[in-house]
């Protein structure tokens, strides 16, 4: 037999779970991880020790679209471009780094500190 109210519960507090480790995540990373300067590399990556963990963090940028900007500029695309967003209306940092430093997609592309990944073992493990 199905149980559908327990699932319900459990989506639920899955829900509360994942919001609770964003923050904690979060926390723990700025801590961690002061005066991190993405500008150059994009990405940054932090290990330490703090209360008997072993820490690594992963910091990295989150590349998007700007659609009024892209609004602006389609008219003075290429049909590459025009197709390369068609295909990604999002970017991914791969997909960015390929663009051709010529591409006038770049005006409309914006950055922003994505979330931190961490990685925490205990020592022993």
Not at 43 to 71: E, I, P
Request: with cysteine; charged share 25%; proline share 5%.
């Amino acid at each position: 037999m199905i149980d559908i109210a327990t699932w319900k519960k459990l989506q639920t507090n899955l829900k509360i779970i994942k919001s609770q480790e964003a923050e904690q995540r979060r926390d723990i990373c700025d801590a961690i991880g002061t005066n991190i300067d993405l500008s150059e590399k994009g990405r940054a990556t932090v290990k330490t020790h703090v209360q008997g963990f072993h820490l690594k963090a992963v910091y990295t940028l989150s590349y998007n679209m700007d659609k009024d900007q892209l609004a602006l500029i389609w008219h003075q695309m290429s049909e590459a471009d025009k197709a390369a967003v068609k295909m990604v209306p999002t970017l991914h940092e791969p997909t960015y780094k390929k663009l051709p430093d010529d591409s006038i997609l770049h005006q409309a592309v914006t950055t922003k500190p994505a979330m931190p990944t961490l990685e925490a073992e205990e020592p022993g493990e």
